[in-house]
């Protein structure tokens, strides 16, 4: 399979304990991308990478939040001292900076209790 | 900054009958518009895009959408629904650079038998 792939699907974990999901884009993928969709809502955008360089962050973003795309394949999105609040389904899209749509992953879908 | 709203967040129809699901957008420069399909615990599938040309755009599953840039929207049709196009679906627009898309809230679509 060729396409976006995240892991884990599923995490439960205690509030206040911190969290990292990963995501795998489509080879050569040039752009990576982050959302948050809460139940009922939209995505949220979170924030981009172009390659390894971060070029864009959402005031959604708390210092709590951190992303990193290393070698601008995977990247991680880390959650510190997770909160109730921050219980979503994280989202990852990458695309080819050429190509209009993104393609997303199938989710990892964070419950913090 | 660009915004999507879809009015509609919850539309029964039963099946093989037509549907319209509605998007309205807001943008200050030129966008992209997309429809993204999400089926339960998955992540988000692109149904059709337009981007520029010919107005309406179709998807291989019998779904349009018609882009009428006097009244900023991308409304979603399909003449005839099947039980299989239950899902959520969202809508988005995106810069023509292509930096960030914006989504809707989304409209649960559930085709009756």
């Known amino acids: 399979d060729t396409g976006v792939s995240q892991d884990p699907r599923h995490k439960i974990t205690k509030r206040g304990q911190n969290v990292t999901f990963r995501c795998d884009p489509i080879?050569?993928?040039?752009?990576l991308y982050w959302y948050r969709q809460t139940l009922g809502q939209g995505p949220e955008f979170l924030t981009y990478?172009?390659?390894?360089?971060?070029?864009?962050k959402s005031r959604l973003l708390s210092d709590r939040f951190s992303a990193e795309r290393p070698k601008g394949s995977f990247s991680t999105l880390e959650i510190q001292r997770t909160e109730q609040g921050d219980s979503a389904m994280y989202l990852c899209?990458?695309?080819?900076?050429?190509?209009?749509?993104?393609?997303f992953g199938q989710g990892t879908r964070l419950t913090v209790v | 900054a660009q915004s999507v709203t879809q009015l509609d967040s919850q539309v029964p129809v039963f099946e093989e009958a037509p549907v319209e699901l509605r998007c309205n957008y807001s943008?200050?420069?030129?966008?992209?518009l997309f429809w993204y399909v999400q089926y339960p615990n998955q992540g988000l599938q692109l149904l059709l895009k337009?981007?520029?040309?010919?107005?309406l755009v179709e998807s291989i599953n019998g779904f349009e959408a018609e882009f009428n840039k006097s009244q900023t929207s991308f409304h979603l049709r399909k003449p005839s629904v099947h039980i299989s196009d239950t899902a959520e679906y969202f809508c988005?627009?995106?810069?023509?650079?292509?930096?960030?898309?914006?989504f809707g809230t989304g409209t649960s679509l559930t085709v009756i038998p």
């Open positions: 899209a990458s695309k080819i900076l050429s190509v209009s749509e993104a393609f």
């Open positions: 080879s050569e993928h040039n752009r």
């Open positions: 990478f172009q390659n390894e360089a971060q070029l864009e």
């Open positions: 943008s200050s420069v030129s966008v992209y």
């Open positions: 337009y981007l520029s040309g010919s107005t």
């Open positions: 988005a627009v995106s810069e023509n650079t292509g930096n960030q898309f914006y």
